[in-house]
T-cell receptor
Framework: KNEVEQSPQNLTAQEGEFITINCSYSVGISALHWLQQHPGGGIVSLFMLSSGKKKHGRLIATINIQEKHSSLHITASHPRDSAVYICAVRTQGGSEKLVFGKGTKLTVNP | DAGVTQSPTHLIKTRGQHVTLRCSPISGHKSVSWYQQVLGQGPQFIFQYYEKEERGRGNFPDRFSARQFPNYSSELNVNALLLGDSALYLC??????????????FGPGTRLTVT
């Protein structure tokens, strides 16, 4: 079992829909990241969370440390939101490496 | 201000050869991490360097090595290339080693194809 699990693996939505991507993890963490990866590979950091909730534009990220679960929400989705969304956790201690989920491929159709 | 840069962008090598990938962190960042992303998978941690010292190593064979230079740029070396080494290699930099609040900034990656 992977230390970081994301669901769903693939998600197709119509423009304007509300989208939720989930992330569960099984290790102790110091922070959780939500990342966006477009075709071609470049990764952009969307959020870094250690507790509570963060909002940036149409994106909202929440984390429940007790339940070891985080969600990324996109309101009023747009075709330009189409990308792979990756959850990554920074493990406690040592080098504090990032452990990544496999990603959720989001396609938003016009 | 320039972001994290990586070179080359793309690379094709033959089995058995070696390869050197390069990364320049954001100015002022002292920590560099390397990740391997095989097609369809999430990135996997390879190394972290901070202040020119290795601070973390992932589950990769000894064919993989890295170093960090006084200007905090870094090289990732892979010897005796295998077909399975074909992947996108990502470099990320951050300003601190152990802090709950630092961000990692990713470069565009180097796509390595081994034939």
């Amino acid at each position: 079992k992977n230390e970081v699990e994301q669901s769903p693996q693939n998600l197709t939505a119509q423009e304007g829909e509300f989208i939720t991507i989930n992330c569960s993890y099984s290790v102790g963490i110091s922070a959780l990241h939500w990342l966006q990866q477009h075709p071609g590979g470049g990764i952009v950091s969307l959020f870094m969370l250690s507790s509570g909730k963060k909002k940036h534009g149409r994106l909202i990220a929440t984390i429940n440390i007790q339940e070891k679960h985080s969600s990324l929400h996109i309101t009023a989705s747009h075709p330009r939101d189409s990308a792979v969304y990756i959850c990554a956790v920074r493990t406690q201690g040592g080098s504090e490496k990032l452990v990544f989920g496999k990603g959720t491929k989001l396609t938003v159709n016009p | 201000d320039a972001g994290v840069t990586q070179s080359p962008t793309h690379l094709i090598k033959t089995r058995g050869q070696h390869v050197t990938l390069r990364c320049s962190p954001i100015s002022g960042h002292k920590s560099v991490s390397w990740y391997q992303q095989v097609l369809g998978q999430g990135p996997q941690f390879i190394f972290q360097y901070y202040e020119k010292e290795e601070r973390g190593r992932g589950n990769f064979p000894d064919r993989f090595s890295a170093r960090q230079f006084p200007n905090y740029s870094s090289e990732l070396n892979v010897n005796a290339l295998l077909l399975g080494d074909s992947a996108l290699y990502l470099c990320a930099s951050s300003s601190a080693l152990t802090s709950g609040s630092y961000e990692q900034y990713f470069g565009p990656g180097t796509r390595l194809t081994v034939t």
